[in-house]
Nanobody, 128 residues
Framework: QVQLVESGGGLVQPGGSLRLSCVVS????????MGWFRQAPGKGREFLGH????????YYAESVRGRFTISRDNAKNTVYLQMNSLQPEDTAVYYC?????????????????????WGQGTQVTVSS
């Protein structure tokens, strides 16, 4: 069985920062590209970013580029999302997911149904 468990969410003031973690069990992610999505109340799941299996490169959606950073520690089977300069519009449930070989092409990243496994998500609330 494969489990992805996100953690690190919570309540933060505008301008603040949070670091989310996604720990994967049941499979190694050392050759998986990984992604982060979020879902606000009443909205669809929004693609945030993608990191290569090696951690050598990452791509971010325009909405978070420059504020969010994805990293990974394959030895710990863990992926991270560092979120800075948070705003109320960032309030959502944040999810991690994996993309095994053969990898998705970029145009497919934005389609949640094309990714593999998902975690249960962690709530991030940005409010003063």
């Amino acid at each position: 069985q494969v489990q992805l468990v996100e953690s690190g969410g919570g309540l933060v003031q505008p301008g603040g920062s949070l670091r989310l973690s996604c720990v994967v069990s049941g499979r190694t992610i050392s050759r998986d590209n990984m992604g982060w999505f979020r879902q606000a109340p009443g909205k669809g799941r929004e693609f945030l970013g993608h990191i290569r299996w090696s951690g050598g490169s990452a791509y971010y959606a325009e909405s978070v580029r420059g504020r969010f950073t994805i990293s990974r520690d394959n030895a710990k089977n863990t992926v991270y999302l560092q979120m800075n300069s948070l705003q109320p519009e960032d309030t959502a449930v944040y999810y991690c997911t994996n993309d095994p070989p053969p990898y998705l092409i970029r145009s497919s990243w934005y389609s949640p149904d094309l990714w593999d496994y998902w975690g249960q998500g962690t709530q991030v609330t940005v409010s003063s």
